[in-house]
């Protein structure tokens, strides 16, 4: 098996292609949860290319199972409240910030955009007080 440093590598550079095929073939920011959003909202005609995007990192995530007998998914520790709580923040998160990681982390500060820089910098903080409370604080 690969190193994880490779692995890292391997998928973030996959990550950047996959945000330069976007914007070169489509034209569009790869923001994953504006994505998301719309695949349920759009009625532009504009649906079926984002219902694949969505469908292609569910299928992506899954190879790794897929080709390996050994694979065991990582399983948070973290009870199941936690996880919709947090899921739910990250969804109120991305609708205040007018984006996401991909969209503002990747492909905006790619672009120099300052607001991206703002955002990706606020996150990024709040993350980081988060889990020293979290693990501090709270001992969790």
Same mark, same amino acid.
């Given at each position: 098996?690969?190193?994880?440093?490779?692995?890292?590598?391997?998928?973030?550079?996959?990550?950047?292609?996959?945000?330069?095929?976007?914007?070169?073939?489509?034209?569009?920011?790869?923001?994953?949860?504006?994505?998301?959003?719309?695949?349920?909202? !759009?009625?532009?005609? !504009?649906?079926?290319?984002?219902?694949?995007?969505?469908?292609?990192?569910?299928?992506?995530?899954?190879?790794?199972?897929?080709?390996? !007998?050994?694979?065991?998914?990582?399983?948070? !520790?973290?009870?199941?409240?936690?996880?919709?709580?947090?899921? *739910?923040?990250?969804?109120?998160?991305?609708?205040? #910030?007018?984006?996401?990681?991909?969209?503002?982390?990747?492909?905006?500060?790619?672009? *120099?955009?300052?607001?991206?820089?703002?955002?990706?910098?606020? %996150?990024?903080?709040? #993350? %980081?007080?988060?889990?020293? %409370?979290?693990?501090?604080? %709270?001992?969790?």
């Amino acid at each position: 098996m690969a190193h994880p440093f490779v692995l890292a590598l391997i998928g973030g550079g996959l990550v950047g292609l996959a945000a330069v095929l976007m914007m070169g073939l489509n034209g569009r920011i790869a923001g994953v949860s504006g994505i998301l959003s719309s695949a349920f909202t !759009d009625t532009s005609g !504009d649906r079926l290319w984002r219902i694949l995007f969505i469908l292609g990192i569910a299928i992506g995530g899954a190879i790794p199972a897929l080709l390996s !007998d050994s694979f065991i998914p990582p399983v948070p !520790d973290s009870s199941t409240v936690l996880v919709i709580i947090g899921g *739910l923040a990250v969804g109120i998160g991305t609708g205040l #910030g007018s984006g996401c990681t991909s969209g503002h982390g990747i492909c905006g500060i790619s672009r *120099l955009s300052a607001r991206s820089m703002v955002a990706t910098g606020t %996150f990024m903080a709040a #993350g %980081f007080v988060c889990v020293y %409370f979290l693990k501090h604080i %709270f001992g969790a």
